[in-house]
């Protein structure tokens, strides 16, 4: 068994305490923010700050290739600092660069010709578009730097493909009632980009976008509720348009597999969606991600151990265990005792699971960090 802890690198202030904690844990690696968005922290244990806002759509390593339109941003912390070198420069570690791709505002912002568009023609600027040549690029270009440059063991990629809409801008309003099918129908990207390569499909995507927009309009007016199974069954542009999006996402993860030193795993973060059956929606083929990859880390965030281990078996319907990773959230929203973590990774273990990470060093409270110690330590058996 593998055991990783999520960090972020503002919350790594003495390397060599901060490491001997993790490992006094049971834990072997670090997944450390290489690339990461805007967000608002409470920080229970960190010695500087209880609650950190940190820098949007930057990037924490010093890029050293020469990029194209779309141009990484170093945070301000990391051109004082490079916590990612000085990590990967110690043997008592092992270390993965957690790298969110097209979730970044600020690049959306600067360039609102690359991002997302819904049926109705609305910019998202917090979600970079997958089908546009520059942003692919970009994606590429940012992995084998990290790759070529930092002692790394894996990369982890986060939201390589579309984002849902509720994934997400910050500091959001809705008056109306939150739906499935409202999400996934404002979430689905019709950019020329994406209308191009849909039409080379012989997907009516024009057609699509004009039902759908109807179909809002008449929801937002006060009509009836809509079924997202119903479309997607009904549909059959819809659902060709689904397997066209998951086709630009497999191939710009696997442009990436090509791009980066293979002796640097490539793992793809399976979704942010929950359960990982709504994957498509983000443009996720779970199965074909696995095969151009080194495999999945999934995100399995549920309310019980029972509901933890049938969404691992779902996917494990589909991708082999050992190519398998998980992340767990020991504690808050996801555990309320220390046994919850025990019985999830047993019931795990029993899948055939051997790879686990933990979310997150600086956002878990020190209790919860000691149920991991304790649990990973054999203190709390879960074998």
């Not at 059959?236 to 980066?260: E, G, K, N, P, Y």
Request: aromatic share 10%; hydrophobic share 45%; with cysteine.
């Amino acid at each position: 068994m593998t055991a990783a802890v999520y960090a972020y690198p503002w919350n790594l202030h003495d390397l060599d305490a901060d490491v001997a904690r993790v490992r006094a844990m049971g834990v072997d690696e670090i997944s450390l923010g290489a690339s990461y968005h805007a967000g608002k922290f409470i920080h229970p244990g960190d010695p500087k700050a209880r609650v950190y806002f940190p820098e949007d759509g930057k990037v924490y390593f010093r890029p050293r290739k020469a990029y194209g339109i779309v141009q990484p941003q170093v945070s301000s912390l990391t051109t004082g600092r490079d916590v990612l070198a000085e990590l990967c420069n110690r043997d008592d570690v092992a270390v993965n660069a957690w790298t969110v791709l097209l979730h970044n505002t600020r690049l959306g912002m600067k360039h609102p010709d690359l991002g997302v568009r819904n049926a109705f023609g609305d910019a998202y600027p917090y979600s970079l578009c997958p089908s546009q040549p520059e942003v692919r690029a970009y994606a590429v270009t940012l992995c084998a730097d990290l790759a070529e440059n930092y002692r790394l063991k894996s990369l982890l990629l986060e939201t390589p493909g579309f984002l849902t809409y509720g994934h997400g801008f910050h500091h959001e309003f809705a008056q109306v009632v939150p739906n499935a099918w409202l999400d996934a129908m404002l979430g689905l990207c019709f950019c020329q980009r994406c209308r191009e390569g849909a039409k080379g499909d012989g997907i009516d995507v024009d057609g699509l976008a004009a039902r759908i927009c109807a179909a809002v309009d008449a929801w937002l007016a006060g009509g009836a509720d809509q079924s997202l199974d119903q479309w997607n069954a009904e549909d059959a542009d819809l659902a060709a348009f689904h397997r066209f999006r998951c086709q630009v996402v497999t191939s710009l993860v696997a442009d990436i597999r090509a791009a980066v030193d293979p002796a640097v795993k490539v793992k793809v973060i399976a979704t942010c969606q929950r359960p990982h059956a709504t994957a498509y929606l983000e443009g996720h083929d779970l199965a074909a991600l696995d095969a151009v990859s080194n495999g999945l880390e999934l995100p399995l965030y549920q309310s019980s151990p029972e509901d933890v281990v049938a969404d691992g078996g779902y996917v494990l319907d589909l991708v082999p265990a050992f190519r398998t990773s998980v992340i767990l959230r020991p504690g808050y929203p996801d555990m309320g005792q220390e046994t919850d973590l025990s019985a999830a990774l047993a019931g795990l273990r029993n899948l055939g699971i051997g790879d686990f990470a933990f979310y997150n060093f600086g956002m878990l409270r020190p209790i919860n960090l000691e149920w991991l110690r304790n649990t990973l330590t054999k203190k709390v058996a879960y074998v």
